[in-house]
């Protein structure tokens, strides 16, 4: 990785490294739900939407996806975890198998959130797949399909951002301290 961006300090997991990873995820989904008419996998914006594009083309079972966007109340200073839903699911999830595909859990609060959420709308099964986790305070929802643990420092790439920025570079780097700090 000789053009590292001057705000970012190393490399964390190589594109190789993420889509090998990617690709056994799929093998395990498909194996899951094989007996399965479909699978709804639902991204949530914006983060997550490379990591399901690049998930559901290596898919090879029946599924379509939905979007959700979620935005925590206040900021990050004074959030206290609240969440509430600025685009919703176009259609109804009665009676199908979904699956929440997040880019990243790390307080967990926003995947307790969306979980409880989806749950009360009567799914036939529901599951969550994140390609990354960091410390999460909260563990009561289960990661069922999960990428990497990332280390509690500043990361971006593959979804991940930092002010909107450096979101779609194809690997996942520590943002140098001094950009945010
Ligand atoms: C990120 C990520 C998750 C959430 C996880 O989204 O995509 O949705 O934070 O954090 P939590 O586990 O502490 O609740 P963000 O709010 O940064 O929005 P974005 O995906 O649009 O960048």
Redesign the pocket.
């Known amino acids: 990785m000789t053009n590292l961006h001057p705000d970012l300090d190393r490399v964390i997991l190589s594109p190789d490294v993420i889509q090998s990873r990617i690709k056994e995820i799929a093998r395990q989904i498909e194996k899951d739900y094989a007996d399965e008419e479909r699978v709804v996998l639902i991204g949530?914006?914006?983060?997550?939407f490379i990591f399901l594009a690049d998930l559901s083309r290596e898919l090879q079972i029946p599924h379509m996806v939905d979007f959700m966007?979620?935005?925590?109340y206040g900021d990050t200073a004074t959030s206290n975890?609240a969440?509430r839903v600025i685009l919703d699911l176009r259609k109804p999830i009665k009676n199908e198998h979904v699956i929440i595909v997040?880019?990243?859990?790390?307080?967990?609060?926003?995947?307790e959130y969306l979980y409880r959420n989806l749950k009360w709308r009567n799914p036939a099964s529901l599951r969550t797949c994140t390609l990354f986790q960091?410390k999460?305070e909260s563990k009561e929802v289960p990661l069922d399909y999960l990428g990497f643990e990332l280390p509690d420092v500043w990361v971006v790439g593959y979804?991940?951002?930092y002010a909107?920025t450096h979101?779609t570079l194809p690997y996942v780097a520590e943002l140098k301290s001094e950009v945010y700090e």
Do not use: N, Q, W, Y
């Open positions: 949530i914006l914006k983060g997550a966007s979620v935005s925590s975890g969440v997040e880019d990243i859990v790390d307080t967990g609060s926003t995947l960091k999460r979804g991940l951002d909107d979101r």
